[in-house]
């Protein structure tokens, strides 16, 4: 079964500007969720998606989206970039069943720096 | 507020002796806790969970210990290999049901040969 998938796997951008990473969750799952990870904050949770609607969000401002589709892809976006946005943004999938499977598995992530 | 901390940054152990990494919680609602070992560059990789209702699960080498009394969780390798070395982060599940991991700041382990 192919893992969870992540693109780009690289970017840089400038401030200001605004950016779209996308995940491919592992075949069957139907959650996905979003982390940040910076040297001075670790993995913070970003959202969670489950069947095309956003079930859960973290503390973060409103630049920050994402959305789901009916095949359980995913993408985020950041609007208005700032530099300490710069960071490894993390996709993490799994069945979000009630019963079990509550086990996220990960991308690769997205390196992103803005300049 | 940082509800799952993980005190040690670091750890370091030889070659086939056992390796504990802990790590404690501050939410009592916590019901799901999960370990995982990330590289540099990579995603996180996931090595083992633990219901809240359990006490230990057992995965070949990983062993993962839950006291609730205590809030506090340990993830046990024996015997540890140098391909172990990496930042281990433990995980807690935030509420009922929902795809949000809180998780610690991370312990480096290195494992001599």
């Known amino acids: 079964k192919a893992g969870v998938t992540q693109t780009p796997r690289y970017l840089i951008k400038t401030r200001g500007q605004q950016v779209t990473l996308s995940c491919s969750p592992i075949?069957?799952?139907?959650?996905v969720s979003w982390y940040q990870q910076t040297p001075g904050q670790g993995l913070q949770f970003l959202f969670e998606y489950f069947s095309e609607t956003q079930r859960n969000k973290g503390n973060f401002p409103g630049r920050f989206s994402g959305r789901q589709f009916s095949n359980s892809r995913s993408e985020m976006n950041v609007s208005t970039l700032e530099l300490g946005d710069s960071a490894l943004y993390l996709c993490?999938?799994?069945?979000?069943?009630?019963?079990?499977?509550?086990?996220?598995?990960f991308g690769p992530g997205t390196r992103l720096t803005v300049t | 507020d940082q509800q799952v901390k993980q005190n040690s940054p670091s750890l370091s152990v030889q070659e086939g002796r056992i390796s504990i990494l802990n790590c404690d919680y501050t939410n009592s609602m916590f019901d799901y806790f999960l370990w995982y070992k990330k590289y540099p560059a990579e995603g996180p990789t996931f090595l083992i969970s633990?219901?809240?209702?359990?006490d230990k699960n057992e995965d070949g080498r990983f062993t993962v210990f839950l006291n609730k009394s205590a809030k506090h969780l340990s993830l046990h390798i024996v015997p540890s290999q140098p391909g172990d070395s990496a930042v281990y982060f433990c995980a807690a599940r935030g509420s009922s049901n929902t795809g949000k991991l809180i998780f610690g700041q991370g312990t480096t382990l290195q494992v001599k040969p």
């Open positions: 633990i219901s809240s209702i359990k």
């Open positions: 993490a999938s799994s069945l979000g069943s009630t019963g079990g499977g509550h086990e996220q598995y």
């Open positions: 075949s069957g799952h139907r959650s």
